[in-house]
């Protein structure tokens, strides 16, 4: 059972509560600023008041508790096999996470379950030990806040040289890829991890070094007719990017969608996948581009 | 009865969360399906559970809340709040802290010596008059043994409770759980690992990270144990095109389908009453129940296994009639990354170089008029198109030609 309250954020919050009780160092205020932090946005309207009216007799009127150690919760069935299952994952390697405690724990499902029909047919090689090397290294550089120095080669197969501070770890799984989002003093680059030729780690950073650039949001109007059950298709494919919706009359809607340069390719041919019933109103240069497309198409065409 | 955050029930929730994610543009008085008070307070729920996610805009028809996020630019999936938010009663969050500190260094105690020091050693510290009684308490018990975090050892005539065996070092699995939080179809259940780790990893982004599939873990789930133990279920399923209402199909599932551009998520089945390979929706099943052990399993993987060699997304066709299709593509010098494309996002079929600046993909598909939006994604290039189903040639070049016409060209 997955919708049940021991995994929930009351449990989660009572059970801090309850450590700092147990440790002595409940107040009154710090209750409050516990559930603020770690609770939904009203749950302050209901757990101290269910904690102070003794409905839950577990925390007493001067902030002390009967409990005798700070609480904890041995994982449950549904967790374990789940942790079990991921060791079927070929991304696993990258993580080499530790096994003991799982050996009699049979995996939720087996291994090849899931299909992803759609996926790209050249994703990272996530067992080859050298990539799994590089992998760690960035990780470990993330996790010791170290400077790194990458090989890689670039896309018209030139090898660069980097030095950086590692920013982010980022997974596409419809690339089925890993970037490393990295930044130094004078910009921020995305490497695919599969292009890393050598890492090595380099001295601390401090945080004053942090400083990654945010990324650039373009604005893509969209309107769309609702032909085809094409309203649901469209939302659900753009789901991921922020975006906003109006209705403009009947069956036709404008969307706006906020996406980063980098990606306008992409977004290109993924509005041209969706044939007439998109059509977009903005920006100007996005429309050029696609009447291009359109054009060079009219030209080509030679349909028996 | 008074309003609350937590939940008892999940699958109204389902529903409203789905609609303000994936549409957003709707007013109160277009969720037609329960009372305005009801919209108030999912409403409500939705926006305490994920408050720096909610959105709204006035529009002339009356407000319009929605869901809106970049799933680039936060480290965990809001959705799975909703499966952290179910309602207990007072009994539960009690027994629940006292039972398990009562076991915490190993002891083992009958369910009657529970009740005993329940009320005496914790209870006995409030004014409240509260006692439950041992019926409650064997039954809380019971279900803390099939959730797995009591075990229970017959001794004589007595049951023995005493905490589940946990040696996993959790923070040791830090790093993996975070990733595949997210990105395991089943991700929900790390992040209830997550919560139970004082710092949380957030150091992955996630690129066309898909959210929506949270709202249907609870049937994920339940489809995967029948997948693993080999059984057949009975699924309520709505087809939404159709007649909009439930109908029940007894199968056997085999694998989950997950688009990894689209979002979406099937299962795929053999159906026992239309003996065929079938796809359904999870967003679209409402219930599932597990049924017999299916004894002929091996032969529908078997099934499964020839008929994916036909496949290009999740639709059969008519009866498993193959639909052969040729696109030719023309590209410039510098457009080599063209036939490489082609190669990436094939699926089946092969990629046929015909010269320096020409190449061909050839494949046999059950339904043809799958690829077109694939197709599409190719245009400024196709030198030519060809189908044994020619209404998926005509489209496509309608399709274009009301494009041209869209962009204000002449066709």
């Given amino acids: ?304 | 009865m008074a309003y609350s955050e937590l939940i008892k029930n999940f699958d109204r929730i389902r529903d409203y969360m789905r609609q303000f994610y994936v549409y957003g543009f709707k007013c109160r008085t277009e969720y037609d399906k329960k009372s305005a008070r009801s919209y108030d307070n999912e409403r409500r729920r939705v926006e305490s559970w994920l408050g720096d996610f909610m959105r709204f805009r006035q529009s002339p028809d009356g407000k319009n809340v929605f869901l809106s996020v970049d799933s680039r630019s936060i480290p965990a999936n809001p959705l799975y709040n909703a499966f952290k938010a179910k309602s207990f009663t007072a009994g539960d969050v009690t027994f629940h802290f006292y039972i398990l500190d009562l076991l915490h260094n190993g002891e083992d105690y009958t369910a009657q010596e529970i009740l005993n020091l329940f009320c005496g050693k914790y209870l006995c510290h409030f004014e409240s008059d509260w006692q439950p009684d041992i019926s409650t308490i064997r039954k809380k018990l019971k279900e803390y043994v099939s959730l797995g975090i009591l075990r229970a050892e017959k001794r004589g005539r007595e049951l023995y409770y005493s905490r589940a065996a946990d040696s996993i070092d959790l923070q040791a699995w830090a790093d993996t759980i975070a990733f595949f939080s997210e990105e395991n179809p089943l991700g929900v259940v790390g992040s209830t690992l997550l919560d139970k780790l004082k710092t949380q990893p957030d150091y992955y982004q996630h690129k066309h990270h898909y959210m929506l599939h949270a709202l249907d873990s609870q049937i994920l789930l339940q489809l995967l144990t029948a997948i693993g133990e080999k059984k057949a279920v009975q699924i309520t399923h709505i087809n939404q095109r159709k007649t909009g209402s439930p109908v029940v199909h007894t199968v056997c599932p085999l694998k989950i389908f997950i688009s990894s551009q689209g979002g979406r998520q099937y299962l795929l089945c053999y159906h026992y009453r239309f003996r065929k390979m079938m796809f359904f929706r999870l967003d679209y099943i409402q219930k599932v129940e597990s049924g017999a052990d299916e004894r002929n399993y091996a032969k529908y993987e078997g099934f499964y296994r020839k008929f994916l060699t036909h496949l290009w997304g999740t639709s059969t066709g008519i009866e498993y009639n193959v639909d052969h299709l040729e696109m030719t593509l023309h590209f410039d010098d510098n457009e080599q990354h063209i036939p490489q494309r082609l190669e990436r996002e094939k699926r089946n079929g092969r990629v046929e170089i015909i010269d320096q600046n020409t190449v061909r993909y050839i494949v046999d598909v059950y339904d043809a008029s799958e690829t077109l939006p694939w197709l599409r994604t190719f245009i400024g290039r196709i030198e030519k198109l060809e189908c044994s189903d020619e209404h998926v040639v005509k489209k496509f070049y309608d399709d274009l030609a009301q494009m041209y016409t869209l962009y204000g060209g002449e066709e």
């Fill in chain 1, 1 to 304: 059972m997955l919708f049940s309250e021991v995994y929930g954020t009351y449990y989660n919050v009572l059970a801090e509560l309850l450590s700092k009780a147990v440790e002595g160092d409940l107040t009154q205020e710090t209750m409050f600023r516990i559930v603020r932090q770690k609770g939904f946005e009203e749950s302050v309207l209901t757990i101290p008041e269910a904690l102070k009216n003794q409905t839950w007799p577990l925390i007493t009127k001067d902030c002390t508790t009967p409990l005798e150690h700070k609480p904890t919760m041995p994982l449950t069935t549904l967790q374990k096999r789940w942790l079990k299952a991921l060791l079927n994952d070929p991304r696993i390697r990258l993580f080499d996470p530790p096994m003991e405690g799982l050996e009699d724990v049979e995996p939720l499902y087996p291994p090849d379950t899931f299909v992803y029909f759609d996926r790209y047919n050249d994703g990272d090689p996530f067992e080859d030990p050298e990539y799994i090397r590089h992998f760690r290294c960035i990780l470990s550089a993330i996790h010791h806040k170290r400077w790194l120095r990458l090989q890689f080669t670039g896309n018209k197969g030139t090898t660069h040289c980097w030095k950086c501070i590692p920013y982010k770890l980022e997974y596409s799984a419809k690339d089925d890829k890993f970037r490393l989002i990295s930044a130094n003093s004078r910009s921020t680059l995305s490497i695919n991890l599969g292009r890393v030729k050598a890492c090595f780690l380099l001295e601390p950073y401090a945080d004053e070094d942090y400083r990654p650039k945010p990324m650039k949001k373009r604005i893509l109007v969209l309107e769309l007719t609702d032909d085809r059950n094409a309203l649901e298709r469209v939302m659900l494919h753009f789901s991921h990017l922020d975006k906003e919706t109006q209705r403009i009359d009947g069956n036709r809607y404008k969307i706006t969608l906020y996406y980063e340069q980098e990606d306008e390719t992409e977004l290109l041919i993924r509005v041209l996948s969706f044939g007439p019933v998109l059509k977009v109103v903005f920006p100007d240069d996005f429309v050029k581009k696609l009447c291009e497309r359109l054009e060079k198409q009219k030209r080509m065409r030679t349909q028996d």
